[in-house]
């Protein structure tokens, strides 16, 4: 009998142990804008408040240089593979789930592809931030799911280095990646 109830301790002992070995939430990869290409554009990610992340359930990151660019991501690919998203917080660069995530957005915001769309840890922050611009509106995860992703070209400053993001990638075009004139280039059927 006592054998029969170390075999039970043993046994429960180790589901708690495998139990709390697969509830590991994945975290975000540190940026390192030295060799890190957004997994979209292929232009630099900066380690500043524009860079997002997907992390895959086999576990690789997938590092973008605008929130824009990993909703193109997810949007092509699905989210079947995604464990989870990251997004940087505005005001502290702090990496923040995208699902726990508060969204301002305003065509005029500069981000790195002229998504327009900032991340808050907070959503009063964001609401304070949208009054303090006089301009954009809150938006929620769920807002995001159905927000169409247009760019403002007119916020694209290719071959500068504006906005934290470096056009100039060590290429021979000065830094134009993108030739804004062809089609699909970011996979969002637009121009």
Aim: some cysteine; proline content about 2%; charged content about 30%.
């Amino acid at each position: 009998m006592r054998k029969l109830w170390l075999n039970v301790a043993l046994v429960a002992g180790l589901a708690v142990v495998s139990t709390g070995c697969g509830s590991k939430q994945a975290e975000p990869v540190a940026i390192n804008a030295a060799v890190d290409k957004c997994d979209i554009c292929n232009m630099t990610v900066n380690d500043d408040i524009n860079a997002t992340e997907i992390i895959l359930k086999n576990g690789k990151a997938l590092k973008f240089d605008d929130i824009g660019d990993m909703y193109v991501w997810t949007k092509k690919n699905g989210t079947t593979d995604v464990d989870v998203q990251y997004v940087r917080d505005y005001k502290s660069k702090e990496w923040v789930q995208l699902k726990d995530a508060t969204f301002a957005y305003d065509p005029t915001f500069h981000t790195p592809m002229a998504y327009g769309v900032y991340s808050f840890k907070d959503s009063k922050e964001a609401e304070a931030f949208i009054a303090e611009q006089k301009a954009g509106k809150v938006l929620t995860v769920k807002d995001l799911d159905s927000h169409s992703w247009e760019r403002n070209k007119e916020n694209m400053h290719m071959g500068d280095m504006k906005d934290g993001h470096n056009m100039n990638n060590g290429d021979t075009n000065g830094g134009n990646h993108m030739d804004m004139n062809k089609k699909d280039e970011h996979g969002d059927g637009k121009k």
